[in-house]
């Protein structure tokens, strides 16, 4: 019998070695590297049908096949980049619990009523389960076909005979290859299962939705190997004790990165959320001091969130300061802006800023928002419940202009604010006339001025 041979494989990165090592040395993670024997790795990426494909002229090709399918979940497609493309590989990953299956289950349901067949793998639960889930949800098709299955040559098999248009596996790290030695969710079997369904997109145009658990622990292969192979990679994440839930895309080949999605859970499944920021905005106390609403832009749509400071004296040396959902060295250097140009005392104080609903900030635009929240916390005067405050600020103090800033102030308005602080250079610009009480300003203490 053939010596068997083992190689050392890094579960965050997937990079070989024939030793084992402490330290990955190609994405530097320490204890990540797990045995792998492989015995004859080839068994069905061999086995494929695929004719070879000659070259042809860009010109030549047809389009018709680029036409996008909508999932039926605004919030889904908005992210996908417009819908579903015919023949994608898409990978949605999050934490266990979060409601990946729902969400696919969803998808599968609303995507069968546009007369496609639907394939639904799930190593998971049982196709009992699975149907009463559906049951639950409203969300039961004669179009979905389930089944509960592991073996990948099994799943080859049954694709084959139903050839759907629509394959959704749930998930990734349950199914194995049973040529390949390795255990199922260790990196060889995660990247040839993966290599397989992303020959059937590409090759018979299935579009396939595949599930994958992003775990800390180093024994199962986390998606991030994944993540080359696919067209899209999409995150569920929230907290899952709370109901809302933010899906993101953090590659996409056919469309934005920047587009979030916002679902509730519910009883009856996943819900969109058609108005976010009446959402994000819904716990807000009144009249308390340290809290700032701005307007943020996520991808093409604005979103007016919550941006909260608490300064409270510190009792060390050196204070603290903490920032959730803010960049922490851009919050310390609007700090720094605070102290230097308007002499606020803030070496005395721990600060933390906190933005509201675990959106996070990742635009400039934020900036005078924060720096209102940390001003009025630290004077302990609350800002009026109606204003909306944007503009990105600068080392001098000064309020510099910001993008799409009409369809941050309609947001405003839609949202029933009366007032907003807005960079001077984007007011002197503006063209349309807003029902809204506009304040250009040039620097921070003209607008602290305004504000509190
Ligand atoms: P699930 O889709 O199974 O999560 P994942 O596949 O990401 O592991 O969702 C699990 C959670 O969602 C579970 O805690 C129950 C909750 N849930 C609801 O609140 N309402 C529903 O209608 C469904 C189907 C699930
Ligand atoms: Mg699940």
């Known amino acids: 019998m053939a010596k068997l041979k083992s190689k050392y494989v890094c579960s965050e990165c997937g990079c070989v070695s024939p030793k084992w090592m402490g330290k990955c040395p190609e994405c530097n993670q320490?204890?990540?590297?797990?045995?792998?024997?492989?015995?004859?790795?080839?068994?069905?990426?061999?086995?494929?049908?695929?004719?070879?494909?000659?070259?042809?002229?860009?010109?030549?090709?047809?389009?018709?096949?680029?036409?996008?399918?909508?999932?039926?979940?605004?919030?889904?497609?908005?992210?996908l980049g417009g819908g579903i493309v015919k023949g994608s590989l898409v990978l949605v990953g999050g934490d266990p619990g979060i409601g990946k299956s729902t969400l696919l289950l969803q998808l599968s349901y609303n995507v069968a009523?546009?007369?496609?067949?639907?394939?639904?793998?799930?190593?998971?639960?049982?196709?009992?389960?699975?149907?009463?889930?559906?049951?639950?949800?409203?969300?039961?098709?004669?179009?979905?076909?389930?089944?509960?299955?592991?073996?990948?040559?099994?799943?080859?098999?049954?694709?084959?005979?139903?050839?759907?248009?629509?394959?959704?596996?749930?998930?990734?790290?349950?199914?194995?290859?049973?040529?390949?030695?390795?255990?199922p969710g260790s990196v060889s079997q995660v990247r040839d299962a993966t290599g397989?369904?992303?020959?059937?997109?590409?090759?018979?145009?299935?579009?396939?939705?595949?599930?994958?658990?992003?775990?800390?622990?180093?024994?199962?292969?986390?998606?991030?190997?994944?993540?080359?192979?696919?067209?899209?990679?999409?995150?569920?994440?929230?907290?899952s004790h709370m109901s809302y839930r933010i899906l993101r895309a953090v590659k996409n080949r056919f469309g934005s990165t920047n587009e979030l999605g916002i679902f509730e859970m519910t009883d009856q499944g996943l819900k969109e959320v058609i108005n976010p920021s009446q959402m994000l905005l819904s716990g807000r106390m009144k009249g308390v001091s340290g809290s700032a609403v701005i307007a943020s832009m996520e991808g093409t749509r604005p979103m007016l969130v919550e941006v909260q400071a608490l300064l409270s004296y510190t009792s060390f040396g050196v204070p603290r300061r903490a920032a959730t959902g803010a960049?922490?060295?851009?919050?310390?250097?609007?700090?720094?802006?605070?102290?230097?140009?308007?002499?606020?005392?803030?070496?005395?104080?721990?600060?933390?800023?906190?933005?509201?609903?675990?959106?996070?900030?990742?635009?400039?635009?934020?900036?005078?928002?924060?720096?209102?929240?940390?001003?009025?916390?630290?004077?302990?005067?609350?800002?009026?419940?109606?204003?909306?405050?944007?503009?990105?600020?600068?080392?001098?103090?000064?309020?510099?202009?910001?993008?799409?800033?009409?369809?941050?102030?309609?947001?405003a308005y839609k949202l029933g604010f009366n007032k907003c602080i807005i960079p001077y250079n984007n007011y002197k610009n503006l063209k349309d006339d807003f029902k809204i009480k506009l304040y250009g300003v040039k620097n921070v203490e003209e607008a602290l001025d305004i504000i509190i």
């Open 30 to 79: 320490w204890n990540t590297f797990i045995e792998e024997v492989d015995v004859k790795e080839t068994g069905l990426a061999s086995s494929s049908s695929l004719s070879i494909l000659t070259p042809q002229k860009m010109n030549d090709i047809s389009m018709e096949d680029e036409i996008r399918l909508s999932t039926g979940l605004n919030e889904l497609d908005r992210v």
């Open 113 to 183: 009523g546009k007369d496609q067949k639907i394939l639904y793998v799930s190593g998971e639960e049982s196709i009992k389960q699975i149907k009463l889930r559906a049951q639950r949800m409203g969300a039961e098709s004669e179009n979905i076909y389930l089944l509960s299955e592991n073996n990948m040559e099994h799943i080859l098999t049954n694709i084959q005979n139903i050839n759907p248009d629509l394959l959704v596996i749930d998930s990734i790290q349950t199914v194995y290859n049973p040529n390949i030695m390795s255990a």
């Open 196 to 239: 397989n369904l992303l020959r059937i997109a590409k090759g018979d145009g299935i579009t396939v939705f595949i599930v994958g658990h992003v775990t800390k622990a180093g024994a199962i292969a986390g998606p991030r190997v994944l993540e080359h192979m696919v067209d899209t990679v999409l995150y569920f994440e929230g907290d």
């Open 327 to 411: 960049d922490y060295n851009r919050v310390v250097m609007l700090m720094a802006v605070l102290e230097k140009r308007l002499g606020l005392q803030l070496q005395n104080y721990d600060a933390y800023v906190n933005v509201v609903g675990g959106i996070k900030l990742n635009e400039p635009s934020s900036d005078l928002g924060i720096i209102a929240a940390i001003a009025s916390s630290y004077r302990d005067k609350e800002i009026d419940d109606g204003t909306v405050i944007i503009g990105e600020v600068g080392l001098a103090g000064e309020v510099r202009a910001v993008s799409h800033i009409e369809k941050r102030i309609s947001e």
